[in-house]
């Protein structure tokens, strides 16, 4: 399975926040987000730390996704 934080950046887009917003609010570094933009695995406490600063649920920011060609 794939991971996909598809609905954060949709949220931050719906918040008009940019990536580097996270970076320099949570002290989240810039490499845990290119991390993220590629879709690899990070730290729950960083998922904690964006899911408390954009007041959601762990579910708002991320989700699991099938990959094709793969049951």
């Known amino acids: 399975m794939a991971i996909s934080y ?3 950046w949709k949220l931050l887009i719906d918040k008009n926040m940019y990536k580097k917003d996270l970076t320099e609010k949570l ?3 810039s490499a845990t987000i290119a991390k993220m933009g590629k ?4 730290s729950m406490e960083v ?3 964006i899911c ?3 007041d959601c649920n762990i579910g708002d920011i991320m989700s699991f996704e099938k990959e094709e060609g793969k049951k």
């Open 47 to 49: 998922l904690q730390k």
């Open 52 to 54: 408390d600063y954009m």
């Open 6 to 8: 598809n609905g954060l």
């Open 39 to 42: 879709g690899e695995t990070v």
């Open 27 to 29: 002290g989240i570094s």
